[in-house]
Structure formats: structure tokens, C-alpha cells
């Protein structure tokens, strides 16, 4: 049985009801944005409609995700939807605004991550759950670089309620990029998901509710309102998924040393 049936606290709801949330925005900024993609040139004509379908179809999956039906064909839709839509549109121009395009590959890793909830074999949850790790560790360890590259506007980009915003601005680029890279160390993988997730919904309390009150109308503050939800539910989903294999690892090995004793 998967984990996300066993769970008796289904953190996958929080990350797949960010992404309900990304696909209404889609619909009210007539662009399929999820992951910021960059906007189409100008001889495509294919906006309001194109928006509304992806929207759709992304809402239609994310529910099924949510009522457990086919949660596993469902959640790897929708990171095929988040490639198609988003990642492939960053392609072109990467490096041109490389920080969102690694945010759109983090948010289909997420999809990949809550599929590996719902996997029933374990080497599809493993090969699930390595993927999208390396694509929500590539945008951590990027995020974090960020911070020291645009350390002036991530200060100015704190609430003033906030104090130290120097040492803010640093030390969080720091935790960013030790987890991304604690997802590969095996003793620490539960940890960096864990601490991951509670730093990233502690931004979503503490400084996206606030901007977001302070301007609804601001399209960039809505999106990192509805971002920093979903991708602490994928890291809070990691890190059951990581609990649950090295629980699995420990209950197999005393069985091999109870039948060696025997």
C-alpha cells in the first residue's frame, strides 16, 4: 500500500492544493504560469484559451490527486503538464532567467515526488523520489546561490517587521543550499526534507501571507504566495517518503539478524 494512503497526516494535500491554487492564477493572468515561464512571442496567438485548458486540466488532476483516484497516473500527469507548459518554454532562454526555470523544474520534481507517494513498487518510488529530488535540490542549491548574488534586493525584499535582514538574507542562502545537498546525504535525507519544508512554510507565515495582504493586486506576490505553499508540502511529503523507507531498511535488517540468530 502506498504512503500516502497509509499516512495519517497526507502532506501531499498541501503541495497539490498549491498547485490548484497556481492553475486559478493561471486563469486570472490569461497565461498558463505556473513555474514563471517566459511570455509567448508575439505571433502566438493562442492566450486566453490556451490558459484556461492547461489551467483545466491542471485543476482536474490536482483533484483527482486530492480524492485518491489514480493518485499515482494523476500526479505524474501533472508534472508532464508542468514540463510541457512551463519547463519547455524556459528552455529556450535558461540562462536568462535561470532562477525561475529552475523553480518550474522544481515544481515538476514535485509532482514526481507526490507520484512516489502513491507508487505501489518500490523501485518506481525510489527512481520517483531520486528525480524529483535532484530537480527541487537543483532549484535550492540555485536559490541559495541567488542569495548572495542578489543579496541587495533579497534584503529589501524582507518585511521591515524583520530584524537583521544582512543576516537573514545570507543564512537562509546558506540552509537553501545545504538543503539541496542534504537530500543526497543518507543519514541526513529526512532531516534536509524535513528542515526544508518547515523553513519554506515559515517564509510562506512570515513573509509571503504578509505581502500578499499588503498588495493582492501584485501577480509576483500572489505567485510566491501559492509557490512557497506547494513546495513546503513536497518537502514535508520527502521527508515521509524518507521515513518510510528507512523504517522499512530497519524493520528488514533486524528480521536478516533475528533469522541469523535463529
Known amino acids: 500500500q502506498s504512503f500516502a ?5 497526507p502532506c501531499w494535500i498541501f503541495a497539490v492544493a498549491g498547485m490548484i491554487a497556481l492553475a486559478i492564477i493561471s486563469f486570472l493572468s490569461q497565461d498558463f504560469i505556473a513555474g514563471r515561464p517566459p511570455a509567448w512571442p508575439d505571433t502566438f496567438h493562442i492566450n486566453p484559451l490556451f490558459a484556461y485548458l492547461s489551467g483545466s486540466i491542471l485543476i482536474i488532476l490536482s483533484v483527482a490527486v486530492l480524492l485518491r483516484k489514480q493518485g499515482y497516473r ?7 503538464v508542468l514540463f510541457l ?3 519547455l518554454r524556459h528552455l529556450p532562454q535558461f540562462m536568462a532567467d535561470w532562477l525561475n526555470s529552475y523553480k518550474s523544474i522544481a515544481l515538476m520534481g514535485g509532482a514526481l515526488i507526490i507520484a512516489a507517494a ?3 513498487k518500490a523501485q518506481a518510488r525510489q527512481i520517483l523520489m531520486i528525480i524529483g529530488s535532484i530537480c527541487v535540490a537543483a532549484f535550492f542549491i540555485s536559490a541559495g546561490y541567488a542569495h548572495f548574488k542578489f543579496a541587495a534586493f533579497v534584503k529589501d ?3 521591515a517587521y524583520i530584524p537583521a535582514h544582512s543576516f537573514f538574507t545570507y543564512f ?6 545545504a538543503g539541496g545537498v542534504g537530500l ?10 524535513l ?3 518547515i523553513m519554506v512554510l515559515g517564509w510562506f507565515i512570515l513573509l509571503h501571507i504578509p505581502r500578499f495582504v499588503a498588495n493582492m493586486n501584485d501577480a509576483s506576490d500572489r505567485m510566491g504566495l501559492c509557490e512557497s505553499f506547494t513546495i513546503a508540502g513536497v518537502f514535508f511529503v520527502l521527508a515521509g517518503l524518507h521515513a518510510k523507507t528507512q523504517s522499512s531498511t530497519k524493520n528488514a535488517k533486524r528480521a536478516e539478524d533475528t533469522l541469523r540468530i535463529a
Do not use: E, M, Q
Open 5 to 9: 494512503y497509509r499516512s495519517d497526516i
Open 74 to 80: 494523476a500526479s505524474l500527469s501533472i508534472a508532464l
Open 85 to 87: 507548459c512551463s519547463v
Open 118 to 120: 502513491f507508487a505501489s
Open 157 to 159: 525584499f524582507i518585511p
Open 172 to 177: 537562509c542562502g546558506i540552509c537553501l543550499v
Open 184 to 193: 543526497f546525504i543518507p543519514r541526513l535525507n529526512y532531516w534536509a526534507a
Open 195 to 197: 528542515l526544508s519544508g
